[in-house]
Each structure stands twice: as structure tokens, then as C-alpha cells.
């Protein structure tokens, strides 16, 4: 599923650090701004110990975990809506990615320069907001100009439009980010339409030292992150960008005794893809058979012929009926045999909205 969150933050708070850790691909990582201009992409697998458990109990050929795109995007300055840095650049990579992962530096370090001369992950994140809620206000400005000629005559989609548009500068103007408002289902598209950078989603990924990973609770810089956080309803995610790298290049017993050693419960990557995955309204589908066991990324709300169309368009356009079972009660009956003869295998219709864990066998005929 093409969904990507693009990782952002001012130059050297660890964005590109963390990037090279959970995809490792590799980005160049320096000590000075702008050593990311082109965005790199990496796919990185979904860890998910239900397709463990399910590989176990169907013992298939082969196991496929489903993946997720990751984009790092590089650092933003001041005034990167007019142009400065490689402020064009950057708002249109930003444009691009349907989540935005903030990285802010909560540590301090007198070997890596901060940009600013101080580490304050607030004005950090001030500074980047404000430079996404200009470049919005440059772009709902000239779009009111031409609206407004259309709602003087009365347009109805123009009228509407135009009320949105007016809604949305006051809130640029108030220094508020476009997902700070609510809109009606028939205002919704029209915004939707706009392709705002300030209606993206966000999730603020703090970056500790090494000696506070396991425990950021008297990190004050964390705690100026969750307190801002709090007011966007937003989810706060601490990690070291530094563990991270040496995480990536360990195995998995290995990983689990370095993070056992840390005192850390999961992995920076296994936080940020279960929290990116909230954020979009992402859920995990199987598909279980002797030959392969999968798991498949899909939005959550979405029905039985569409997601059997993620794996092949074929079998949405001749679907029939998805054979379903709650991975819960495969687990427990530990066949599909005895969930079968316990009447947990459903048949479900066209109209069936699927759930995360859903373990699905289609049927369709083209």
C-alpha cells in the first residue's frame, strides 16, 4: 500500500540518524544542514508477532510481512516558505508523504551543532509549523482570489469553498494548523482538494541520549514535547536515533538481548510504525495458506471486495465471498479445522467492513 509518513525536523536533531537506523538505506548522515537534499525513501518491513504466531501454527513455505514507506525529507530552516535553505524543495517533498514523523532533538550534545545555537525542541517546533502554516496561507490566498469572483455569482460549490478558504486564512493568520479545525462532511473534499502541508497528521518522535532511553521521565526537553503535544492531541514517541543505528545491525536474539540489556521494551522502529499506523488509520489483515503465510496493510473502513483488491485487482473485480476468521480465535482453536467446526469461520458479503487481524481466504471468479 503506497502510504508514507516523511520524516521531518530542523538540521541535526538525528532525523537522517533514525532514517538510516529503522530502513537501513543508508542516507548520508553529517554534521552540518542540508547533507539530505534529495528525499530518500526506504521500505521496511512491519514487525507483528501475530504473523509469527500464525507461521507456527500453518507452517507455510515462506513468510511475507507487509511493509511501510518511510521518507526522510531534509532539515527545514527559517524561512524555508520563502525559498530559503531548500525551503522549495522541502515543502514539496513534505506535499508528497500523507503522515509527518517530527523528529526534535531533546539532548544535548556539544559536539553536533544545533542550527540555532540552542537546543529547545519547542522553537524547533515552532519554527517548522510556522513555516509549513506560511506556505499554506501563500496557497489558500491565491486560491480565495480566484473564489471569490466565482462566489460573488452566487456558485454554490464556489460559496462554500469560499467560506472554507476564509476559515482556513484566519486560522494562518492566528498561526494555527489547518488540522486544528473541523469541517463538514461537504467541506471535508474541498480541503482534502487543497493539499495542505498543515493537514497532514502528526506524531513527534523525541530524541534522547543513550543513558535516558530507558527512562526519559525527568527529561524536561520530553516533557516540554508531551506538554505541547497534549494540545494537538498528538502522540509523543522517545527514542535514541544513536541505539537505533547499533539495534539495526543486530539479528533477532541479539536485538532482544541488547534491549533487554537498555531496559527498553521495543525498538524505536517497532514505536514508530505501530504509532504511524494509528495516525493514518492503518490496520493488518492475513492471508494464511500451506504455501504462504501474509500480512497485508490496510485503511481501516474499508470492505471485503477493496481489500481484496490489495492483492490483486482480479480479486475485487470478480470477488464472491471472504472467508474470515478472528486471528484471536485461530490462535485459540490452533487450526483452521477445529475454528471451523467451532463456527468461528465467517462468510462475509460485499458489505463486510474488515477488521485488523482478520485472517481472510477470498474467493472470486473472473
Same mark, same amino acid.
Given at each position: 500500500?503506497?502510504?508514507?509518513?516523511?520524516?521531518?525536523?530542523?538540521?541535526?536533531?538525528?532525523?537522517?540518524?533514525?532514517? +538510516?537506523?529503522? @530502513?537501513?538505506?543508508?542516507?548520508?548522515?553529517?554534521?552540518?544542514?542540508?547533507?539530505? &537534499?534529495?528525499?530518500?525513501?526506504?521500505?521496511?518491513?512491519?514487525?507483528?508477532?501475530?504473523?509469527?504466531?500464525?507461521?507456527?501454527?500453518?507452517?507455510?513455505?515462506? @513468510?511475507?510481512?507487509?511493509?511501510? /514507506?518511510?521518507?526522510?525529507?531534509?532539515?527545514?530552516?527559517?524561512?524555508?516558505?520563502?525559498?530559503?535553505?531548500?525551503?522549495?524543495?522541502?515543502?514539496?517533498?513534505?506535499?508528497?508523504?500523507?503522515?509527518?514523523?517530527?523528529?526534535? =532533538?531533546?539532548?544535548?550534545?556539544? !559536539?553536533?551543532?544545533?542550527?540555532?545555537?540552542?537546543?529547545?525542541?519547542?522553537?524547533?517546533? /515552532?519554527?517548522? !509549523?510556522?513555516?509549513?502554516?506560511?506556505?499554506?496561507?501563500?496557497?489558500? /490566498?491565491? =486560491?480565495?482570489? =480566484?473564489?471569490?469572483?466565482?462566489?460573488?455569482?452566487?456558485?454554490?460549490?464556489?460559496?462554500?469553498?469560499?467560506?472554507?478558504?476564509? =476559515?482556513?486564512?484566519?486560522?494562518?493568520?492566528?498561526?494555527?494548523?489547518?488540522?486544528?479545525?473541523?469541517?463538514?462532511?461537504?467541506?471535508?473534499?474541498?480541503?482534502?482538494?487543497?493539499?495542505?502541508?498543515?493537514?497532514?497528521?502528526?506524531?513527534?518522535?523525541? !530524541?534522547?541520549? /543513550?543513558?535516558?532511553?530507558?527512562?526519559?521521565? +525527568?527529561?524536561?526537553?520530553?516533557?516540554?514535547?508531551?506538554?505541547?503535544?497534549?494540545?494537538?492531541?498528538?502522540?509523543?514517541?522517545?527514542?535514541?536515533?544513536?541505539?537505533?543505528?547499533?539495534? %539495526?545491525?543486530? #539479528?533477532?536474539?541479539?536485538?532482544?538481548?541488547?534491549?533487554?540489556?537498555?531496559?527498553?521494551?521495543?525498538?524505536?522502529?517497532?514505536?514508530?510504525?505501530?504509532?504511524?499506523?494509528?495516525?493514518?488509520?492503518?490496520?493488518?489483515?492475513?492471508?494464511?495458506?500451506?504455501?504462504?503465510?501474509? %500480512?497485508?496493510?490496510?485503511?481501516?473502513?474499508?470492505?471485503?471486495?477493496?481489500?481484496?483488491? &490489495?492483492?490483486?485487482?482480479?480479486?475485487?473485480?470478480?470477488? &464472491?465471498?471472504?472467508?474470515?476468521?478472528?486471528?484471536?480465535?485461530?490462535?485459540?482453536?490452533?487450526?483452521?479445522?477445529?475454528?471451523?467446526?467451532?463456527?468461528?469461520?465467517?462468510?462475509?458479503?460485499?458489505?463486510?467492513?474488515?477488521?485488523?487481524? #482478520?485472517?481472510?481466504?477470498?474467493?472470486? !471468479?473472473?
Amino acid at each position: 500500500m503506497a502510504l508514507t509518513t516523511g520524516i521531518v525536523g530542523l538540521p541535526n536533531v538525528g532525523k537522517s540518524t533514525l532514517f +538510516n537506523a529503522i @530502513t537501513q538505506a543508508g542516507a548520508e548522515s553529517a554534521n552540518y544542514p542540508f547533507c539530505t &537534499i534529495d528525499p530518500n525513501v526506504g521500505i521496511v518491513e512491519v514487525p507483528d508477532h501475530r504473523l509469527n504466531k500464525l507461521t507456527e501454527l500453518v507452517k507455510p513455505k515462506k @513468510t511475507v510481512p507487509t511493509a511501510f /514507506e518511510f521518507t526522510d525529507i531534509a532539515g527545514i530552516v527559517k524561512g524555508a516558505s520563502k525559498g530559503e535553505g531548500l525551503g522549495n524543495q522541502f515543502l514539496s517533498h513534505i506535499r508528497q508523504v500523507d503522515a509527518i514523523s517530527h523528529v526534535v =532533538r531533546c539532548f544535548e550534545d556539544d !559536539n553536533i551543532t544545533h542550527v540555532s545555537g540552542q537546543v529547545d525542541p519547542i522553537d524547533d517546533i /515552532e519554527t517548522i !509549523n510556522l513555516e509549513l502554516i506560511l506556505a499554506d496561507l501563500e496557497s489558500v /490566498e491565491k =486560491r480565495l482570489t =480566484r473564489v471569490a469572483k466565482l462566489a460573488k455569482q452566487k456558485d454554490k460549490t464556489a460559496v462554500i469553498e469560499h467560506d472554507v478558504l476564509v =476559515r482556513l486564512k484566519e486560522a494562518f493568520e492566528a498561526e494555527q494548523p489547518a488540522r486544528s479545525l473541523e469541517f463538514s462532511k461537504e467541506e471535508a473534499p474541498i480541503v482534502k482538494g487543497l493539499h495542505l502541508l498543515t493537514s497532514k497528521p502528526v506524531l513527534y518522535v523525541a !530524541n534522547v541520549s /543513550e543513558e535516558e532511553v530507558a527512562d526519559a521521565s +525527568n527529561n524536561a526537553l520530553v516533557k516540554k514535547v508531551q506538554d505541547f503535544a497534549s494540545q494537538e492531541q498528538a502522540e509523543v514517541i522517545v527514542v535514541c536515533a544513536k541505539v537505533e543505528s547499533e539495534i %539495526a545491525e543486530l #539479528d533477532g536474539e541479539e536485538k532482544a538481548m541488547f534491549l533487554d540489556e537498555l531496559g527498553i521494551e521495543e525498538s524505536g522502529l517497532d514505536q514508530l510504525i505501530r504509532a504511524a499506523y494509528g495516525l493514518l488509520g492503518l490496520g493488518t489483515y492475513f492471508t494464511a495458506g500451506e504455501q504462504e503465510v501474509r %500480512a497485508w496493510t490496510f485503511r481501516s473502513g474499508i470492505k471485503a471486495p477493496q481489500a481484496a483488491g &490489495i492483492i490483486h485487482t482480479d480479486f475485487e473485480r470478480g470477488f &464472491i465471498r471472504a472467508e474470515t476468521v478472528s486471528y484471536e480465535d485461530l490462535v485459540d482453536a490452533e487450526s483452521m479445522g477445529v475454528a471451523r467446526e467451532r463456527g468461528k469461520v465467517r462468510l462475509e458479503g460485499k458489505e463486510y467492513i474488515v477488521q485488523d487481524g #482478520d485472517v481472510i481466504h477470498f474467493r472470486f !471468479n473472473v
